[in-house]
Nanobody, 127 residues
């Protein structure tokens, strides 16, 4: 089992940057596929980015692909989401998610593929 705690959210102007962090508990962090999702008010939770257990394979939502970067540091049990060129439509609560995987080069992008979730961190982008 793993517990996830997000940080790094805040208020930023359009065009600005933020780096979200997600710290995971447990000794087997490197066995988890990690993902970032977001949920805006009145909308369903949506996929943002994911990466494999080693970090060698990544997949992004099309609208963020050239602006966001997901990465992980398995020695620090932490996954990051670097967000550049933020736009008002990026405003949402951002959630970190984890799913155990015995395979490298695997990632998941559906909400129901993840068993573990953090509490979320608010990102607000002003125009």
């Amino acid at each position: 089992q793993v517990q996830l705690v997000e940080s790094g959210g805040g208020l930023v102007q359009a065009g600005g940057s933020l780096r979200l962090s997600c710290a995971a508990s447990g000794r087997t962090f490197s066995s988890y596929v990690m993902g970032w999702f977001r949920q805006a008010p009145g909308k369903e939770r949506e996929f943002v980015a994911t990466l494999s257990t080693s970090g060698g394979s990544t997949y992004y939502r099309a609208s963020v692909k050239v602006r966001f970067t997901i990465s992980r540091d398995n020695a620090k049990n932490t996954v990051y989401l670097q967000m550049n060129g933020l736009q008002p439509e990026d405003t949402a609560v951002y959630y970190c998610a984890a799913e155990l995987s015995y395979y490298d080069d695997t990632y998941y992008f559906r909400v129901n593929e993840y068993d573990y979730w953090g509490q979320g961190t608010q990102v607000t982008v002003s125009s």
